[in-house]
């Protein structure tokens, strides 16, 4: 649809098609009239005197509702009588005798009518054609330039509710559906591991079983567990063998999911009240996918408690940070429960302490430093009742303190951490140095003018998490030892967590504005936390076959041999004791001659003399002893091979041989 004036009729003859260039065809469609006696003023072209033939009335060539008309014609319905005389438009100069001014251009002739909208220019035409005014034949209009196209998406303005920062239920349950989403990934992810027991969940199930018969009857303790466990035989053990009794192996893992997914709900939270939902949210769903979480998940060890407490007791402290600095004490006990469950966490109490100082200066500023003291002095004391107090000490010291030192390079364990929790770290590392830059983690502009803390706090909170995950890898550098590594990069990653959440939400940007860089990340990391965890849930071979046929060559007398001893005594304890099997780390042998042996030579000097009942070697445990031990009953009339049983496992496959006592 065109805006033609409806006075305008064109005519199929056209006087003025053989003016030059500047006449009514090549000007902007309406012809100016002149009173008779009037010059054209200078920049203008004449035009003739005469109405067209067809035309009317000079109404014909009206003007636009609100421009003066001439006083010679009529004025046409809808416009105003311009009076005789002088006017002079507003903010321009004096309009000579006879001329009008329209609003905005300079001098123009009073008699010569200009439509609302149009620009004057005296020194380029007499009029503009306006916009959406056909050319009609023998008009030479001016071709305007194509207007750029109009993107085909806009983004839309943020309403006024997504800046909103006010807590609200509808925010708090879609927070709580998306967790509710990641701890079933992670329970997934942990359930559909399958193996026989590991030799540890074996050792510490079986010890479990005999400290509560000691507890309930009374019964002797085959071994004294206290005297080389890194965690206390009362705690951990007990509790899952508890539950071992009613639901078996099963129900023991089932306990350590459990308490995995209490971990990352605790991370959640935490987090959430450190930063906010988006980062807890992120945080927690890297946490739930590491290979360390969903392989302790899913593993009847006490990492998993322990790391419960550690998260439960970071909590209590981040909780109370607006509390009296006495509330702070709560989360005594807890750490050390910790501690109690697995030594290794006594590690992680220092950030938990700093934690109380950093978590409380925001709100009670110089207060906070009482608040980390009272935790400080609290976690020593009951730490130096409950060690002095137990014969937890010997314990302590040979797994921790005093560890034998390995052999592992520091180049393979960086590799390895790096390949277990790297990816993690890293995204922490970038969340720490941007939380620094920039303190603000709620995207309203009203945050803006809120109180933030300085960035020296912002420095140290990133460098205590951060660092923290650095504890466990630079400790067993130390001990040369990538025993246990795995598990230990979880509970660095546990403090990490947060500052990764905060990575993951500004690598996002505000309003999700690259979701696909977010997505990517947890894509990997969950690849990789799904391979390890396969690969490190394979590296122990299935005992089934190898227990179902040692199980009618045992008895309550017998003195067997094994590679990984712990797991014949955990499956056969009906009928077996600790105390009858012999693992291929160290036998000290005294002979019938009364000769003492040790190391290699005391398993020769044993085998010689049929001091084992049964041999049970799997090649992997310790190669090196389980070939001494092979050589050793080749051509010994003592024992004949009962069984050569094939299994893989993750580093290809291998075999159980088994060898019983013939005289």
Request: aromatic share 12%; net charge neutral.
């Amino acid at each position: 649809m065109t805006s033609r004036p409806e006075y305008y009729t064109p005519q199929p003859y056209d006087p003025y098609a053989e003016e030059e260039q500047g006449g009514w065809f090549n000007s902007d469609g309406y012809l100016p009239h002149r009173p008779q006696g009037h010059e054209v003023p200078q920049g203008y072209r004449q035009v003739p005197q005469q109405v067209p033939q067809g035309y009317d009335t000079p109404q014909d060539y009206g003007v636009a509702q609100g421009h003066p008309v001439p006083q010679e014609y009529d004025t046409a319905q809808g416009y105003h009588q311009v009076p005789q005389g002088y006017d002079t438009a507003q903010g321009y100069h004096q309009v000579p005798q006879g001329y009008d001014t329209a609003q905005g251009h300079q001098q123009v002739p009073r008699e010569y009518g200009i439509p609302e909208g149009y620009g004057y220019d005296l020194g380029a035409h007499a009029y503009q054609q306006p916009a959406g005014q056909p050319a009609y034949p023998g008009q030479t209009a001016e071709e305007e330039p194509a207007a750029p196209a109009e993107p085909g998406y806009h983004v839309p303005e943020t309403p006024e509710v997504g800046w909103d920062m006010a807590a609200s239920r509808r925010r708090a349950w879609v927070s709580r559906a998306v967790l509710l989403c990641v701890l079933a990934v992670q329970a997934v992810l942990s359930l559909r591991l399958a193996n026989t027991a590991f030799q540890d969940e074996a050792l510490y199930l079986a010890a479990g079983h005999a400290e509560l018969q000691h507890l309930l009857h009374g019964t002797p303790l085959p071994i004294d567990y206290a005297a080389y466990f890194s965690g206390s035989p009362q705690l951990y053990p007990v509790l899952a063998a508890a539950v071992d009794d009613v639901l078996g192996l099963t129900g023991a893992r089932l306990l350590s999911l459990a308490f995995m997914l209490g971990t990352t709900g605790l991370l959640y939270s935490f987090t959430r009240r450190l930063f906010n939902e988006r980062a807890a949210l992120a945080g927690a769903a890297l946490f739930a996918v590491v290979q360390s979480t969903v392989v302790m998940g899913y593993f009847a060890t006490y990492d998993a408690a322990a790391v419960f407490l550690l998260a439960l007791a970071t909590w209590i402290v981040v909780r109370t940070a607006r509390a009296p600095a006495a509330a702070v004490l709560l989360a005594v006990p807890v750490a050390v429960l910790a501690v109690g469950v697995k030594y290794a966490s006594g590690l992680y109490l220092p950030t938990i302490v700093v934690l109380a100082l950093l978590t409380g200066w925001p709100h009670q500023g110089r207060k906070a430093f009482l608040r980390m003291l009272l935790l400080a002095l609290g976690i020593g004391a009951l730490l130096a009742i409950g060690m002095y107090g137990t014969d937890l000490m010997a314990g302590v010291r040979q797994t921790t303190t005093n560890r034998d030192h390995g052999s592992d390079s520091t180049a393979f364990l960086l590799q390895r951490s790096g390949e277990w929790g790297g990816l993690m770290f890293l995204t922490a590392v970038g969340g720490a140095v941007s939380y620094v830059r920039r303190s603000r983690m709620n995207e309203s502009p009203v945050a803006q003018r809120l109180g933030n803390p300085g960035w020296r706090w912002r420095a140290l909170l990133g460098l205590v998490l951060c660092g923290t995950a650095l504890l466990a890898p630079a400790y067993q550098v130390h001990l040369g030892t990538v025993v246990s590594l795995f598990k230990h990069v979880g509970f660095g990653l546990l403090f990490a967590a947060p500052m990764a959440g905060v990575g993951v939400t500004r690598l996002i940007g505000a309003h999700f504005r690259y979701p696909q860089l977010g997505i990517m990340l947890w894509t990997a990391t969950l690849c990789l936390g799904i391979s390890q965890a396969d690969w490190r849930f394979g590296v122990w071979p299935d005992s089934s076959k190898m227990i179902r046929v040692i199980d009618s060559h045992v008895d309550r007398e017998g003195h067997y041999l094994a590679s990984t001893p712990e797991v014949p005594v955990y499956y056969l304890r009906d009928k077996t004791t600790h105390r009858q099997w012999q693992g291929v780390f160290a036998l000290e042998y005294t002979d019938k001659k009364g000769t003492y042996h040790q190391g290699d030579e005391a398993y020769r000097a044993a085998l010689r003399e049929g001091e084992f009942d049964l041999i049970v070697l799997d090649g992997l445990t310790n190669p090196r002893v389980d070939a001494v031990v092979a050589d050793a009953v080749k051509g010994n009339p003592h024992y004949r091979l009962l069984a050569d049983l094939p299994f893989r496992n993750s580093s290809g496959t291998g075999h159980y041989r088994i060898w019983t006592k013939t005289s």
